[in-house]
């Protein structure tokens, strides 16, 4: 069984950037789609992107501030988040769609956007 590890997440100020990584104990290939969701307070969890390795996908409100990429050798995810604003802060988790029908998730990483 695959286990996803995130991290980079942390406090930053609106307008900032930062870079979450994803780890997997296995190939990314276990997966037919790996990405970001994220969850506020009060809110449902949320599609950030996910990629299949040829296409990406996008929350319509997020596009052109966030970029996802993978890195198979690596066998890590990254999401680049730019221009962050106050209502981005959130959790966010790493996913994989696994070719077994189970979902991975992995425990969060908080991302708070304050000033």
């Known amino acids: 069984q695959v286990q996803l590890v995130e991290s980079g997440g942390g406090l930053v100020q609106p307008g900032g950037s930062l870079r979450l990584s994803c780890a997997a104990s296995?190939?990314?290939?276990?997966?037919?789609?790996i990405g970001w969701y994220r969850q506020a307070p009060g809110k449902q969890r949320e599609l950030v992107a996910n990629t299949n390795g040829a296409t990406t996908n996008y929350a319509d409100s997020l596009k052109g501030r966030f970029t996802i990429s993978r890195d198979n050798a690596k066998k890590a995810v990254y999401l680049q988040m730019n221009n962050l604003k106050p209502e981005d802060t959130a959790v966010y988790y790493c996913?994989?769609?696994?070719?077994?029908?189970?979902?991975?998730w992995g425990q969060g990483t908080q991302v708070t956007v304050s000033s």
């Open positions: 296995g190939s990314l290939f276990s997966f037919y789609v």
């Open positions: 996913n994989g769609k696994g070719w077994d029908s189970i979902d991975y």
